[in-house]
């Protein structure tokens, strides 16, 4: 089962995150387990501290450019990516 875990320290756009990888997974009938990390040596860890909000899926990080919360939009654009490097490695 495919692994999602949002990475962010603001609460409410992790929230807002969640709402919308969950709209993402609805759409693409795709099954997941979301999981949500705030802890900040975590997050240290990660090297992502400076490119909050990011999304690990399957152990790959992805972020954007503005510290804007992912639409859904934007996170089924990254499971294609992540899906067409599956099947490429494949």
């Not at 089962?1 to 603001?10: E, F, K, N, Q, R």
């Not at 992805?62 to 859904?72: E, G, L, P, V």
Request: hydrophobic share 45%.
């Amino acid at each position: 089962m495919l692994a999602i875990t949002i990475l962010d320290h603001d609460l409410d756009r992790m929230r807002m995150c969640e709402e919308a990888v969950h709209a993402a997974l609805k759409e693409m009938e795709i099954k997941s387990i979301v999981t949500g990390v705030s802890e900040p040596p975590y997050l240290s860890r990660m090297n992502v501290w400076d490119r909050l909000p990011a999304l690990e899926i399957e152990g790959r990080v992805w972020s954007r450019k503005s510290r804007d919360a992912f639409t859904k939009s934007e996170v089924i654009a990254l499971l294609r990516k992540h899906y067409m490097a599956g099947a490429e490695g494949a």
